[in-house]
C-alpha cells in the first residue's frame, strides 16, 4: 500500500493563479483532511471530508475550495493564489473505527510545499 | 486558535536522557493525541490517551493526561539521536477533527 500521497511535492504559483493539490489513499478510508503548516505553528484545518460527496469547513477555509468525488481523492484548490498562501499542505485520512472519527489515528501524506510569489 | 499549546518550545538534550514535553488545552476534550514529525516529513501518530484515562504507555513512551489541569506530558526515556523531530500534541473536541499544537522540537545529541 502507497498509503496516503500528495501530488505534486513541490510547486511555485504567482499570486492570482489558480492550483489544485491531490490527496489519494488506498486505505479505503472514510474521513479526509486538509491542512495548512507554517513555520513555527502546528496544522491548522482548511477542510475536511467525512464520506464521498461531502465536505466541510475547518479552521482556516478561506480562499481554498475542496471536493470528494471519489473516496480515495481529497482535492484542494486555490482559485486565485495569495502570498499568505504560501505554507506546506498536508493531507490525512481515517477510518473511524468507534463511530467518532475524532478516537483514531489519523495518517498523514508526506506534504505539499507551495510558494506563492 | 490553536487549542493546545506546547511547552517547551525547544528541547535539546543527550542520548540516553528522557525527554519530557508538555502540553496545555483550554476546552473539555474526547482524547488526546501525540504526534511526531519528522523535518520535511508528514506526521505520524505516537499515542492516543482518552479523557477518562490518566496515564498510558507505548515502548519509550509515557504519556499522562491530568483534566482538571488541562494538561498532559509526553516522557521519552533513554533518549536516542533517532528521536529528533517534532512532537505536536493534539486534542479532540468534536464528533472527527483534531486541533494541534504549535510543536516542541526536540534535539538529541549523540
Known amino acids: 500500500n502507497a498509503g496516503v500521497t500528495q501530488t505534486p511535492k513541490f510547486r511555485v504559483l504567482k499570486t492570482g493563479q489558480s492550483m489544485t493539490l491531490l490527496c489519494a489513499q488506498d486505505m479505503n478510508h472514510e474521513y479526509m483532511y486538509w491542512y495548512r503548516q507554517d513555520p513555527g505553528m502546528g496544522l491548522r484545518l482548511i477542510h475536511y471530508?467525512?464520506?464521498?460527496?461531502?465536505?466541510a469547513k475547518g479552521e482556516v477555509p478561506d480562499g481554498y475550495n475542496v471536493s470528494r468525488l471519489k473516496k480515495q481523492n481529497f482535492l484542494l484548490g486555490l482559485e486565485s493564489a495569495a502570498p499568505s498562501q504560501t505554507s506546506v499542505y498536508f493531507c490525512a485520512s481515517l477510518t473511524p473505527t468507534s463511530g467518532r472519527g475524532s478516537t483514531d489515528t489519523q495518517y498523514f501524506g508526506p506534504g505539499t510545499r507551495l510558494t506563492v510569489l | 486558535s490553536q487549542q493546545g499549546e506546547e511547552d517547551p518550545q525547544a528541547l535539546s538534550i543527550q542520548e540516553g536522557e528522557n525527554a519530557t514535553m508538555n502540553c496545555s488545552y483550554k476546552t473539555s476534550i474526547n482524547n488526546l493525541q501525540w504526534y511526531r514529525q519528522n523535518s520535511g516529513r508528514g506526521l505520524v501518530h505516537l499515542i492516543l490517551i482518552r479523557s477518562n484515562e490518566r496515564e498510558k504507555h507505548s515502548g519509550r513512551l509515557r504519556v499522562t493526561l491530568d483534566t482538571s489541569k488541562k494538561s498532559s506530558s509526553l516522557l521519552i526515556t533513554a533518549s536516542r539521536a533517532a528521536d529528533t523531530a517534532s512532537y505536536f500534541c493534539a486534542t479532540s473536541i468534536g464528533y472527527s477533527t483534531l486541533t494541534f499544537g504549535k510543536g516542541t522540537m526536540l534535539l538529541v545529541s549523540p
Open positions: 471530508s467525512v464520506g464521498e460527496g461531502t465536505t
